[in-house]
């Protein structure tokens, strides 16, 4: 009975607030689970298990159903009006292999989202998910910290950096793993664009896209492309251990002297963080006649990235959090150096200055980590796939606030932290203030 009450507070709060418009204002939405997998002989898919998370975009109120057997569920009198929708579900690695037959090796997680969904009144369709499962990589992106510090008393954004960890038994090699942003719509639609139904941009309507291919499902577009360094066995990661890729490789806390000579100090350092200790760095100036932020220092003692694609005066994330992160190794036929590039899908025809995006193809992504501002009405279209991240995080103060995000700690096994990797940085993360090498509580 308590818990009957509860769903029913809880869906009451999505419903429109004036008691005369209700008959003609809510719907009961309708959905249908279903998976992308198939079961051994005798087996079901354990959609029951499946956790439906329905997000009302308008006030940010939320209800949590679970499917029947046969993966239908309905949220009943919901009122009309934009909703985030996602779907997702972890199964034990045994269950996994008794399902299938198939040993996969770790658990396995599905998921499935749709965005930005209109619900107008007299809503009456059925909305079909298919939950899909993402790859767990051995390499992780555990920490982003993108919002800098502030700008008046810390480090503003000079101190910036992302943290991959080890999340394996096994010592792995950082040597050439790539890291990137992607590029797409930083803002909500505004007609000057050709968009897909979430949104985003349509990369099929690209100049001189090929029509043979899935533009918008089987690739993502990179907006800069960096590379660890390394022979393939010179920077070992231990099981349990991470690397610190920094903007600039100085400890923020203390005063330094820019490329313009001029002395900067830090009011607050306990707002921003020393990162002298990291282990990589992104330096611009060794790119021929670029021109460099005058905090762009480099640190003789901490190895440079290989820039290959970047875009500005140094490698600055979005502090408001619209950034789409991943990590990948190249395939043993895949040049990246030579992969095709794009100009983004206008209306208008390019022109001489007009950029173009590297198409990298999604099977070789490892991990990838959606943000998004902290504002609701500032969020944008999602630029990474279910099976590659349902859900998206961000920093709960906004830019410049000192917070990060940081993957969860799932467990413990003989002191090692293993981390958790849903493929949904929703449930993945959580917000700290920044704390290089660190874990969540």
């Known amino acids: 009975m308590k818990k009957l009450l509860l769903l029913f507070v809880t869906l009451a709060s999505l419903t429109a607030c004036k008691k005369d418009k209700l008959e003609t204002s809510t719907v009961d939405l309708q959905i249908q689970i279903s998976a992308a997998i198939t079961p051994a002989e005798g087996q079901a898919f354990p959609f029951a298990n499946v956790k439906v998370t329905l997000t009302n975009l308008r006030n940010q109120s939320t209800a949590v159903l679970a499917p029947d057997a046969s993966g239908k569920l309905v949220f009943p009198g919901i009122a009309a009006g934009d909703y985030n929708i996602n779907a997702?579900?972890?199964?034990?690695?045994?269950?996994?292999?008794?399902?299938?037959?198939?040993?996969?090796?770790?658990?396995?997680?599905?998921?499935?989202?749709?965005?930005?969904?209109?619900?107008?009144?007299?809503?009456?369709?059925?909305?079909?998910?298919?939950?899909?499962?993402?790859?767990?990589?051995?390499?992780?992106?555990?920490?982003?910290?993108?919002?800098?510090?502030?700008?008046?008393?810390?480090?503003?954004?000079?101190?910036?950096?992302?943290?991959?960890?080890?999340?394996?038994?096994?010592?792995?090699?950082?040597?050439?793993?790539?890291?990137?942003?992607?590029?797409?719509?930083?803002?909500?639609?505004?007609?000057?664009?050709?968009?897909?139904?979430n949104g985003q941009l349509d990369w099929s309507k690209s100049p001189d896209m090929p029509t043979d291919i899935d533009a918008n499902k089987d690739y993502v577009y990179l907006r800069d492309l960096f590379q660890i360094p390394g022979s393939g066995s010179q920077y070992p990661v231990n099981p349990g251990e991470s690397i610190i890729i920094a903007q600039n490789a100085m400890n923020h806390k203390v005063p330094f002297t820019n490329n313009s000579g001029k002395e900067i100090s830090v009011k607050n350092p306990d707002l921003t963080i020393d990162l002298s200790g990291a282990d990589f760095e992104v330096y611009f100036g060794d790119i021929p006649g670029q021109k460099l932020f005058a905090s762009d220092i480099d640190n003789p003692s901490v190895p440079n990235m290989n820039v290959i694609r970047y875009e500005g005066n140094d490698w600055i994330l979005d502090n408001n959090g619209r950034d789409s992160y991943i990590i990948f190794r190249a395939s043993a036929d895949l040049d990246v150096e030579s992969l095709p590039a794009y100009y983004q899908p206008s209306l208008a025809a390019p022109v001489e200055s007009t950029k173009k995006y590297t198409q990298l193809p999604v099977d070789v992504i490892m991990d990838a980590v959606e943000v998004q501002p902290n504002l609701a009405d500032d969020r944008m279209p999602k630029k990474l796939r279910p099976d590659f991240d349902a859900g998206f995080t961000f920093v709960s103060q906004g830019s410049y606030s000192s917070q990060a995000v940081i993957r969860k700690t799932a467990s413990t096994e003989n002191g090692r932290k293993i981390l958790q990797d849903t493929n949904n940085s929703s449930e993945d993360f959580v917000v700290i203030k920044v704390n290089p090498r660190g874990f969540a509580n």
């Open 88 to 197: 997702a579900v972890t199964i034990s690695r045994s269950n996994y292999e008794t399902l299938t037959g198939t040993d996969p090796g770790a658990d396995v997680s599905f998921n499935a989202s749709q965005n930005n969904l209109s619900i107008p009144v007299g809503f009456s369709e059925t909305l079909e998910l298919e939950l899909v499962n993402g790859t767990s990589g051995q390499f992780v992106i555990k920490q982003v910290y993108y919002a800098g510090s502030s700008t008046s008393d810390g480090a503003i954004f000079r101190d910036q950096f992302i943290e991959i960890y080890n999340n394996t038994d096994e010592v792995l090699y950082a040597d050439g793993l790539y890291v990137s942003r992607l590029t797409g719509k930083q803002s909500k639609p505004d007609g000057k664009e050709h968009y897909q139904a």
